[in-house]
């Protein structure tokens, strides 16, 4: 042994041996441990593992629900619980056998490679609405400016009514439809798809399906424009025995385009006169409506107009009052003839007009602008009521004095207060025609303007003031 243990190479040999049986208890046990240990069970607890619920989207609607991740307890292998996967792996609640209402529910595990021990709540509260079918418009946002000069036109929507199914009781809650588009910068027409999504009244996106949920969309980028009434003025009068009854325009208000602060100044278009002398029949006319003022175009260019004709009838309206303008701040006027201001004018319509017409839907106007004090013979002008003819076949004149109110005023002076120092008998009661309101004539004046005042057969008076006299 000693000669062994004193050769190298024995010993060497021998060493490498304990080596190896070393290595291989440590092995073998280490394997044992790692055995025992795979094979032991043990309890885990997974938190905020997600409920899926099972439902039918297209029948049902969750409103509410109380709980929406849950904690899980699991018992398995080392190796088992190393392969639970929470993405795969989740507890489930099954609303396919239940309506509208509020239900409590349990909990079932899906997906777990180990023994689910408890679920944490193991049931919950559901709140389930049935859905609706609703047919809505589509309303479409523009987003930015377009380039400078030009502005966003007329939005046109394709489909521009789609459906969202939603909870009926969210039917009556103001939902809309909604889509955006961008007009940043735009110099022309934009063509887009656009996705829709279903908003509240405050504007917060909802969890509603929309069918079709893409729609196309086209902006139009215009220049300037404004919607304004369209007006059609008549020129000439149907014969006797006829009149208008009735117009009507294709259109009533129309578009024009130009510059902004042309746009601003106005308020109606004017378009071409139409002429109707002679015309004893209902007639249809087209018209082009002409550019006018720096407007570049019209929209639309053209327009009908449908002038109805029939049987007319007359009548004399009696007791129209008289206006007078173009009167000086130092002046009043009196009418002397006709005797009480009033005149009466022959006219012409339709039954239903001339029947109904009176008195105060006729203006008589007497123009003294310019005229020095005295005594003048004016032309009457009249405005009536549309489509009313005067058939008055001469021109109707009036008798006015005009008088300075200075001259008027003294006169009042006459009679007055006497002088003290005048030992002739009073007044005896005689009349003096220029005594008492200081107009002349004994017809009582209009108090705020100091103008002559006729009577009315409605019981009023009508005064002729500083700037205008009935």
Known sequence: MDKLLGNKNFVAVLALLIGILLWLGVNLQQKTFNDYTSTAERTQRIKNVQIVPKYDKNQVYITDMNVKTVDVVVRGKESQLNKVNTEKAHIEVDLTKVGKGEYKLPLVDVGFPVDVIEIIPSQITVVIDDLAKVEMPVEIDTVGKPAEGLKVGETVVKPNRVHVTLPTSWVDDNIKVKGKVSVEGAKENINSQVKLVAVDKNG????????????????????????????????????????????????????????????????????????????????????????????????????????????????????????????????????????????????????????????????????????????????????????????????????????????????????????????????????????????????PTDSNTGAVASPNPNGTSTGQGNKSSP
């Open 204 to 443: 917060k996106e909802l969890d509603f399906a929309v069918t079709p949920s893409v729609v196309d969309v086209e902006v139009a980028i215009t220049k300037p424009y404004k919607q304004i009434p369209l007006q059609i003025k008549l020129s000439g009068e149907p014969p006797s025995g006829y009149a208008i009854s009735k117009v009507t325009q294709s259109v009533d208000k129309v578009r024009v385009f130009g510059e902004q602060s042309v746009l601003d100044a106005l308020e109606f278009y004017e378009g071409p006169q139409i002429n109707v002398q002679g015309l004893t029949e209902t007639k249809e006319y087209t018209v082009e409506l002409p550019l006018k003022n720096k407007i570049s175009l019209v929209d639309p260019a053209k327009v009908t107009v449908k002038v109805e004709i029939t049987p007319s009838i007359t009548k004399t309206v009696d007791n129209i009052g008289i206006k007078t303008i173009g009167l000086n701040d130092g002046f009043t006027t009196k009418i002397i003839s006709p005797d009480g201001g009033k005149i009466s004018l022959p006219v012409e319509g339709t039954p239903d007009r001339i029947t109904t017409i009176q008195s105060k839907d006729v203006q008589a106007i007497i123009d003294v602008t310019n005229l020095p004090a005295g005594v003048h013979d004016v032309p009457v002008s009249f405005n009536l009521p549309p489509y009313i003819k005067n058939i008055q076949q001469q021109e109707m004149r009036v008798t006015v004095e005009i008088l300075s109110k200075q001259s008027v005023d003294g006169a009042t002076e006459v009679g007055g207060k006497p002088d003290p120092g005048d030992k002739s008998p009073p007044d005896n009661g005689t009349e003096h025609p220029n005594q008492g309101n200081g107009n002349g004539n004994g017809s």
